[in-house]
Nanobody, 119 residues
Framework: VTLVQSGGGSEQSGGSLTLTCAASGHTWNPYCMSWLRQGPGKDQRDEVAVIDDAGTFYRASVKGRFTISRVNNTLSLQMNGLKPEDTGKYYC????????????????WGPGVQVTVSS
């Protein structure tokens, strides 16, 4: 399975960006997908948004601003009202499971895309 990411870039505070992740190759069913972010100077990747069989989950700081969606094997993240603290490298991840929320290890990872928000 390959996760191909697109989107990202630089935006001013209050702006919007859309991230997309397309899964190709042999995909298992079920599998859940998530967006995680690695902040500047940090090693860990924090969960930003998840879509799985239990529903959608959002990091508290992005609730009401970000929307995760999935159509077949394509995952998207619509980011509105961007803030400087949203800056980081965003990774798409997929796991062969019905549930992804709270997971830190995934079967598959995208290469990541940089999102930079300036004030």
């Amino acid at each position: 399975v390959t996760l191909v990411q697109s989107g990202g870039g630089s935006e001013q505070s209050g702006g919007s960006l859309t991230l997309t992740c397309a899964a190709s190759g042999h995909t298992w069913n079920p599998y859940c997908m998530s967006w995680l972010r690695q902040g500047p100077g940090k090693d860990q990747r924090d969960e930003v948004a998840v879509i799985d069989d239990a529903g959608t989950f959002y990091r508290a700081s992005v609730k009401g601003r970000f929307t995760i969606s999935r159509v077949n094997n394509t995952l998207s993240l619509q980011m509105n009202g961007l803030k400087p603290e949203d800056t980081g490298k965003y990774y798409c991840a997929a796991h062969v499971s019905k549930f992804c929320h709270g997971r830190t290890w995934y079967n598959y990872w995208g290469p990541g895309v940089q999102v930079t928000v300036s004030s």
